[in-house]
C-alpha cells in the first residue's frame, strides 16, 4: 500500500490532482508541506486532520514540512470564512508559532539526520523580503484576476447583493500561498502540497503559479473537512475549541470528547486519528459492532489520541478520573485527582459555600445547615436505608462528624444523595 492508498481507506482522500501518482513511482522519496497560521497560541482538533497526513507521509518514508503562517497570519484566509478576521502583529505571531511548534513535536519526527526528517518553516522569512512593487511585479503578473475571481472562496464571499465583500488583502491571500509553494518548490525541491478541501483553490494557485514560472509540475492532495453525524461542526463543544494545549482543554476533557463520540463518528475518526494499522482497526469495528455496549471503539480511539496529544500518564489520570463514579474505591481516587479534574468532574453539581467554623457538626446538622437536606427527618430515614454518601463513603450513624479530614484538595466535600444527586460543599 502506497501513501495515496493509504489515505484512501482511511477516508482522508478528497481531491487530488492529475498524474499525483507518479510522484511516488520507483520509491522515490517526495516532499510536501502543509500550511497552519499562528492565529493562536495552541492548535486545535480541528488542525489534526492536515497534520495527520503529514505525519502519515512520513510514516511512510517521505519527508514532511510544516509551515507556519508568520507573513499569511498577518492577512487571514477567506477560505471558508464569511467575515474579515482580525489581522495579528508579529510579537503575537512568533509568541503563537512557538507554542505551536512544541505541539507539532509529539507528531512529527524532527531529526535533522534523517533524510526525511520534518522541518517548520516560518513564511514570513521569504514573504517579508519583498518589497510591494517586487511582489505584484515578480508574482502579481502570472496570475489573472480572472483566475482568483474563479475561486470559491472568493465566489463566496463577494457574493450577488452587492453589499458582501471582502478587502484587497483577503483577496491577495492565495496570491501569498501560492508565493509559498513556488518558493518551496525552489528551494526544498517540494512539489506537492497537502491540506484540507476548503484549501483547493489556494492548492491549484500555487501550482499554476510555478507552472508559469518555472514551467515545473506541482500537485496537491485535499483531505475532506470533518464532520459530526449530528450536524454539529466537528471539534466544537458548549465551552468552544477542543484545544491541544492542556491549560485550554485539560487531558481529561480531552479524553472525554473522544470517549463520547457516536459509533458512527468512532468508526470514522479512529481510522483518521490514529496510526493503528487497518487490519486492527477493521477487528476493532467488528467487535464493537458485536458488543457496542462496551465502547469498545470510543475507548480505543480516546486512548490512542490521548496518548499522542498529552502523554500516557495523562491518559491513565483522564481514565481514573473517568471512573470514580463507578470505582470500587472512589475514596482513594477522589484524594488523588488535581483540583481542576476534580472540578471537571462534577461540572454543573450545585455547589454550596462554607467557612470552616461550619465544620466539626454531625452529618444531619451538617446537611442542613448547608442547605442540602431540608428535612433532618428526611436526612435520618435516608442514613438509615444507605442513602447518603460523604465523598463516595456511606454514612453509617447520624452521629458521623463531618470535619476537616474529610476535605478533598483542602477544600472539598462531595455529598450524595441516592445514586445520581450531587452536591458539592465548597468550604472557605
Sequence with gaps: MNYIEELQWRGML???????????????????????????????????????????????????????GGATGMIGDPSGKSEERNLL?????????????????????????????????????????????????????????????????????????????????EFSYQLVQATDFWHLYKTHNCKLQLGGSDQWGNITTGIELIRRKEGGVAHGITCPLITRSDGKKFGKTETGNVWLDPEKTSPYKFYQFWLNVSDEDAEKYIKIFTVLPKEEIDAIIEEHRQVPERRLLQKTLAKEITTMVHSEDDYKAAVEASQILFSKQPLKELQNIDEKTFLEVFEGVPQFKISKADLGKDVVNFLADTGIMLSKGETRRLIKNNGISINKEKVKSIDQVINESHLLNGKYILAQKGKKNYYLVVVE
Excluded: C
Design 14 to 68: 478528497h481531491s487530488k490532482t492529475e498524474g499525483v501518482e507518479e510522484l511516488f513511482e520507483n520509491n522515490n522519496m517526495v516532499t510536501a508541506y502543509v500550511g497552519i497560521d499562528p492565529t493562536a497560541d495552541s492548535l486545535h482538533i480541528g488542525h489534526l486532520v492536515s497534520i495527520m497526513m503529514l505525519k502519515h507521509f512520513q510514516r511512510f518514508g517521505h519527508k514532511p514540512l510544516l509551515v507556519v
Design 89 to 169: 502583529d508579529i510579537d503575537t505571531i512568533r509568541k503563537n508559532q512557538e507554542a505551536i511548534k512544541k505541539q507539532l513535536a509529539k507528531f512529527l519526527d524532527f531529526d535533522k539526520n534523517k533524510s526525511n526528517g520534518a522541518e517548520i518553516l516560518n513564511n514570513y522569512d521569504w514573504i517579508g523580503k519583498f518589497s510591494f512593487i517586487d511582489f505584484i511585479r515578480d508574482i502579481g503578473k502570472h496570475i489573472t484576476v480572472n483566475y482568483m475571481l474563479a475561486k470559491d472562496s472568493v465566489k463566496k464571499r463577494i457574493g450577488q447583493d452587492g453589499k458582501s465583500g471582502m478587502s484587497f488583502t
